[in-house]
């Protein structure tokens, strides 16, 4: 027998085929986890800081998703450098952003809003109310050669329209970005030419402070979305993307989700 197997490499051939185990087909490659980026140029709170909320919030959305937890990360970046650098890098990334920094660097970023964030506090949308010292301001031309400081200060546009047709800022307008919106406000106490243009936080807390007599709002804003969730160009496949709204959809209907949230003031 083995005289006629070795005269026979054909059939020897196809007795080591038969013996082989059969192949077993590679299991489907693991896609890139999905990074969300959350950028609020002037607000408080470092990267490090806010990261175990930013854990929190991504194991919460992952869950959300029907995802493992590997799927999702999440980053908060504090400045404006930050923010653009990372969402103009490669990687599949979503992003989340007040709405000056939409208006300013969504066409460069091909950022696309898809969903408004209710904030803590505020609901889907804020009001921007412009703040000077009483009495000096009155109309619009009145503000030539002003500084208006506001946090959104980084997004000039913004703050020259934002307060809607009647009220763009005259040309001479200095626009300055500021975290620091109390040493603004008395600077314009002290009679200095700045005015102050508040989100709708600071707008909620400035009857509050001790020399709002000295001061008068002058403008407001029509009710603007506060932050969006927004896709970066294409780079979240279309059947990954609806699979992760569903999952920020649903985060406010589960004990883990409500707690995510609130870890972020969403």
Known sequence: MTRVLASRPGLALLTLLLAAPAARAAPPAEPPPIELIACAPGYPGTTAEAQPSMNAFAAALARAAGWPATRVSATYLPTEREGRGRLAAPGPIVALVPLPFLL????????????????????????????????????PADLAGFTVASIAGYAP????????????????????????VLSALRRA??????????????????????????????????????????????????????????????????????????????
């Open 104 to 139: 300013e660097h969504g066409a460069s970023l091909h950022l696309t809003p898809r969903l408004v964030v209710e904030q803590k506090g505020l609901g889907e949308a804020e009001t921007w109310t412009l703040v000077a010292m009483k009495g000096r301001v009155k109309r």
């Open 157 to 180: 546009s913004f703050v020259r329209r934002v307060l809607g047709p009647t009220w763009r800022l005259p040309a001479s307008v200095r626009v300055v970005e500021t975290a620091q």
């Open 189 to 266: 106490v002290k009679g200095e030419d700045v005015a102050v243009l508040l989100d709708g936080a600071q707008s909620a807390a400035f009857p509050g402070l001790p020399f709002t007599s000295e001061l008068e709002v002058v403008a407001r804003s029509s009710p603007q979305p506060a932050a969006v969730v927004a896709k970066v160009g294409g780079r979240v496949p279309a059947a990954r993307w609806a699979e992760l709204e569903k999952g920020l959809r649903a985060l406010s209907t589960t004990p883990e989700g409500v707690a995510a949230l609130e870890g972020i003031r969403m």
